[in-house]
């Protein structure tokens, strides 16, 4: 699409093909980091006899610090309801104060991935979430879990209303995508790249 033509619109669109591809180049990156999966490692195991479930984690890095998606599964209940998704911070005993975010969803009676998207979330790398689903007082098989353990090094905490929170060694079955706003160094860096690059660039152009 640059006309090869004329020289000054060709250095400009050569210098903005350039710079796509750096930012381009920037954000594949940034984003391969930023995502845990759980889900290859399903050992057939689901929940049956708590009322909610959760799973903890932090944020897997400052640059990737905003959470967008969470994807879980549930069994299909006896008849239809809902449940409710929430983001809570997780402290030692299991949720601290209001639920930093939360979404009712409708439960049917088939097995069911819930993909929870545009959450949008921002949080603080190295303190401790929760990611709760409330079966809203149901206590039959609901959510779909790894008793292995292999997918991810935080635990899942169970719920009952006789017992409250308790935390096991097992993993919820979950994929949950992160994204964030790269550091200040690092966007100093890449403009600092990108100013140098289109030196080059025009230097050759002038030969």
């Not at 790269?182 to 002038?206: F, Y």
Request: net charge negative; glycine share 10%; hydrophobic share 35%.
């Amino acid at each position: 699409m640059c006309d090869s033509t004329r020289f000054r619109p060709l250095r400009l669109c050569a210098l903005l093909v350039l710079a796509l591809l750096v930012v381009g180049s920037f954000a594949t990156a940034h984003a391969d980091n930023c995502d845990i999966n759980t889900e290859p490692h399903w050992d057939n195991n689901i929940t049956s006899g708590w009322t909610a479930q959760a799973q903890t984690f932090e944020a897997p890095s400052q640059a990737c610090n905003v959470l967008s998606e969470w994807e879980f599964e549930l069994a299909g209940r006896t008849s239809p309801g809902q449940v409710t998704f929430n983001i809570y911070q997780w402290g030692a005993n299991g949720p601290v104060g209001n639920p930093l975010y939360s979404q009712t969803l409708d439960w049917g009676t088939v097995a069911q991935m819930y993909d929870v998207n545009n959450i949008n979330l921002q949080l603080t790398p190295g303190q401790l979430y929760g990611a709760d689903i409330d079966l809203q007082g149901y206590s039959g098989p609901s959510v779909y879990f790894n008793g292995n353990k292999n997918g991810y090094q935080y635990d899942g905490w169970w719920y009952m209303s006789s017992t409250g929170w308790e935390d096991l060694p097992y993993n919820q079955y979950f994929m949950a995508n992160f994204t964030g706003v790269p550091e200040p160094g690092s966007l100093l860096l890449l403009g600092t790249s990108l100013l140098g690059a289109a030196g080059v660039l025009r230097r050759k152009i002038r030969l």
